[in-house]
């Protein structure tokens, strides 16, 4: 269990599709959450950012997110099964490209479906900057990235840049 190293933007294991973990595996598992954990974590305490990990970033192509803001969640298998019809749009950011902003569009709210840690049956209502924290989340599991997703070719910017970007 250990910091692992994220792949960054270019790297092609990043545009893959992960597979769905069996419930046979999750004592396996539990050793890739800690590695997101710790993940996830290195990176905060470098960029003061990050709120959540999909496996993909750090080359498990399984669909698990890691997500620690008030406290650890591990989703496991997770769907977004319903979407707001407004939108918002947002500079988003990544830990695959962490010196870079992109905005895009994201629905404003999202229900979410997935199993947790013990294999039980979850769902969550999310909204505004969490409900996009999931759906960039779950991108990561289908292989797109937020700069797939730029509303425009005008819309990519460092983050040192940050004082002249408009809302």
Same mark, same amino acid.
């Given at each position: 269990m250990a910091v692992?190293? =994220? $792949? $960054?933007l270019g790297n092609p294991k990043l545009y893959e599709t992960s597979l769905s973990v069996e419930r046979g595996k999750l004592d396996l598992l539990r050793k890739v959450v800690q590695d997101l954990h710790d993940t996830l974590m290195d990176f905060r305490s470098k960029y003061g950012a990050g709120r959540a990990i999909?496996?993909?970033?750090i080359e498990v192509m399984k669909r698990v997110i890691y997500m620690h803001i008030d406290k650890p969640v591990v989703f496991i298998n997770p769907r977004i099964d319903q979407k707001s019809p407004?939108? =918002?749009q947002i500079w988003d950011d990544c830990m695959s490209f962490p010196d870079l902003l992109v905005k895009v569009q994201r629905h404003k709210s999202c229900r979410i479906q997935y199993n947790d840690i013990e294999w039980k049956g979850q769902t969550m209502i999310l909204e505004g900057d969490l409900s996009e924290l999931v759906q960039h989340e779950c991108d990561h599991l289908d292989g797109v990235l937020a700069v797939s997703r730029a509303v425009d070719k005008y819309c990519f910017a460092l983050k040192s840049q940050r004082q002249y970007l408009a809302p």
């Open positions: 692992q190293e =994220i $792949l $960054l999909a496996a993909p970033q407004k939108m =918002i």
